[in-house]
């Protein structure tokens, strides 16, 4: 069974009140059992400061993590700070690593350094938390492809790199045991007693603004054709892309994608990048043939109730030991002049005792479903996704 204490400070540039603050929190909430791992995530300038580092050395067991832009915590809420959720257990094991040379070569770098599962634990493993960076060049499956090839047909759980200011990415970093990577993939195994339960919260049907057409080419993240039209005529005949490019504005607009297909269990959010050079649109997940294409909208009171229901769904469950909530960095912008209030709604909802965790996140991957007969892992944009233990 797993333990865990959601902590944070506010120190950015003093490593030693940085760590006060840490290890005065983690005494006075939780005694740590055999086996002890923590997901942190915090502001850039946290692990420019050296106070990341310092943290991993002096607490030494295995922490992972990413930037991120917004975050809640039981006893905290703000835009600027570092959170950590440790978890700790007697019979769940755990381990942290990260890809090496994932710029060079994607599917290489996930097996360079992997482990041989069987000498990291007796146990079997059960999910993986995994943090990408946040990159033009690889749609948020791939590292769901790569993770299943590695560990099989475990759920997989997690957030792509993302800073305060959205859409950049010369300070989204990745963490792993205090170094940090604009490149590079980390991830947190967990092997034995532990039963991961996921909520998945999108764009409500009734926010869908205009239809697009039905894909009819694409190759992987990349739409050839729309009701067999080049992707980017289609996109610019409706006003939303010119001289090859998509129009300002246009990157922040969730596309929903309905996949023509029994086999997948829900409607996608997916963002668009660019255009290639034949005229196909690059978006950050995959894209399914024969899928219908919408344009939707995320409104201020749709992610509220959405969050709203998610966190009350939460609160019915039994045994609840963790809540770790990510919700896509796009949604906060949708909340205009209140950007935290998605995060506020969910921690005033969920019941107070649950160690809580919640960011806004660059991509977001969660299963669809992840029950003992099957496991559906996804990638989704523009979405609220939960890991409750």
Partial sequence: MIKSVSLYTLEVYDCEKALEDIQNQLK????LQKNTAGILHCGYDFIESGVVSHLCRVLDFPIV???VTGQAVNGAANSFMLTMLVLTSDDVEFFAGHSVGHKEDFFGAMERNFP???TVSSLPLKMAFVFPP???????DNYIDSF????GSIPIFGTMAVEEAIMTYTQTETICNGESFSEEVTYLLAFGNINPRFFVTNVPKKSNLLKVGTITRSEGNVVCEIDGLPAVDVFERMGLAENNSFVEGVEFLPFILSPNDQSRGCRFARGVVDFTENGGAVCRGTMYENAGLEIGSNFFEDILTGAEMTAKRINELPDVQAVLAYSCAVRRIALLGDPGAELDMIRNTINSDFPFMACYSGGEICPECADE??????FHNFSLIVCVL
Avoid: A
């Fill in 116 to 118: 041989s599962l069987d």
């Fill in 65 to 67: 993590g990413t930037t």
């Fill in 134 to 140: 946040l990159t033009e060049s690889n749609g948020g």
């Fill in 28 to 31: 006075e909430k939780l005694v």
């Fill in 373 to 378: 007969s099957e496991v559906q892992n996804s």
């Fill in 148 to 151: 299943e090839r590695l560990c």
